[in-house]
């Protein structure tokens, strides 16, 4: 029998256009959203002349927020005034970012498969280095001195930080690897693929210790929640359109997703206007 969790729909937001990418700080009081609209929120901010595709917040501090942007910038923004406190110009349209986990720099990857590490204090690129094969989303272990690359060839790419040098290939999935992340406890990692399975792998032994098949499908939509030691469902949430990005607060029993999923309204003269949407599901007394 499935175990089920008395989840709720407890907020969303709309936006005018679609919405890329949803983050909770470090001390999971504040929620970004990044979207095509060319802006992150959390308050107020000043744009992107692009799509913000990405966005992080710094690990060590929870009112410092990175966004990547197909403008070719990467930006630092202080959520408490909502002004730019850094920004760099790189060569490609970003795609990816991420911290790493001592809040030391930042990794940015590009829509050229280009991957560029910038130090915080200077914000000005360490490394960078073009690759052959597609590379989609990015990660740091927790102890920050390995980096991991999810390619189009179904492969996990692991190198060794901060030489950027290659230590191991991971065959890991039969279609190619869209998604990582890391298990905050340290210890496992899960790689999600377009051949409809989630991988969880073993970090210190770099061994896949367990499948799951998503239950998804173009004529299903919803966010599948699973335990991650039996594999069983525990919940599912019903979407209307695929899911761009979804992420636990770091400290209570709450997700945030966003899609491509429209409210629609009725508007003067019988005209129909779209807002995308994110979303806040959480347990009830998870706050």
Known sequence: MEETIPFKNLHSREYKKKVHSVAWNCSGTKLASGSVDQTAR?????????CVDQLCWDPKHADLIATASGDKTVRLWDARSGKCSQQAELSGE????????????????????????????????????????????IAWNMAGDMFFL?????????????????????????????????????????????????????ISEMLCVRTYKTRVTSEDLFIDISNVQTGRTVH????????????????????????????????????????????????????
């Open 236 to 287: 599912q949430i019903p979407c209307r359109a695929a899911m761009n990005s979804v992420e636990w607060n770091p400290k209570h029993n709450l997700l945030a997703y966003a899609g491509d999923h429209k409210n629609k309204y009725q508007a003067d003269e019988g005209i129909y206007c779209c807002c995308f949407v994110f979303r806040i599901f959480g347990i009830e007394n998870a706050a």
């Open 150 to 202: 999810t390619t189009g060839n179904g492969t996990v790419e692991v190198l060794a930080y901060s030489s950027i040098k290659p230590v191991d290939t991971l065959m890991a999935h039969t279609a190619g690897c869209y998604c990582i992340a890391i298990d905050p406890t340290k210890r496992y990692f899960a790689v999600g693929s377009a051949d409809s399975l989630v991988s969880l792998w073993d």
């Open 42 to 50: 959390v308050c107020q901010i000043e744009p992107h002349r692009h």
């Open 94 to 137: 970003n795609i990816n970012v991420t911290y790493k986990p001592d809040g030391t720099h930042i990794a940015i990857g590009n829509r050229d498969d280009e991957l560029t590490i910038l130090d915080v204090r200077k914000f000005k690129p360490i490394h960078k280095r073009k690759f052959k094969y597609e590379v989609n989303e």
